[in-house]
C-alpha cells in the first residue's frame, strides 16, 4: 500500500522560510506526477506546485516567486522549499502522487503538516 508521509512542518515567523519533504513507501513503479497542495482553514484546497515526470515543474502566480519544488524521481520523494512566508500562507501543506499506470489512474496523498506563519 501507498504511503505518502509529510514533514518540515511547523511555526516560523514572517519573511522565514521552510522546507517540507515528503517521503513515499510501497510503491513499485515511478509515480508520473508529485505535487504540494494547501488548505487554509474555510479555504478550498489550493494546489502550489507539480514536478512531473519529464515536463518539469510548474506554479501559480501566487507562489511562483517564493516556492520551489523538487523532486528525487527515483526515491519517489519530493521536496517543497517556501521563502519570504506570510501569515497568509498559514495552512495544511499536502503531499499528492497522481498519474496513470497500465491504463488505471491513481491518486495518492499524505496526511498533511501544519505551517504557520507568525506575524
Known amino acids: 500500500q501507498v504511503q505518502l508521509v509529510e514533514s518540515g512542518g511547523g511555526v516560523v515567523q514572517t519573511g522565514g522560510s521552510l522546507r517540507l519533504s515528503c517521503v513515499s513507501s510501497?510503491?513499485?513503479?515511478?509515480?508520473?506526477?508529485m505535487a504540494w497542495y494547501r488548505q487554509a482553514p474555510g479555504k478550498q484546497r489550493e494546489l502550489l506546485a507539480v514536478a512531473s515526470s519529464g515536463r518539469g515543474s510548474s506554479y501559480p502566480d501566487s507562489v511562483k516567486e517564493r516556492f520551489t519544488i523538487s523532486r528525487d524521481s527515483v526515491k519517489n520523494t519530493v521536496y517543497l522549499q517556501m521563502n519570504s512566508l506570510k501569515p497568509e500562507d498559514t495552512a495544511v501543506y499536502y503531499c499528492n502522487a497522481a498519474g496513470n499506470r497500465y491504463g488505471r489512474g491513481y491518486d495518492y496523498w499524505g496526511q498533511g503538516t501544519q505551517d504557520t506563519v507568525s506575524s
Open positions: 510501497g510503491s513499485t513503479f515511478r509515480f508520473d506526477t
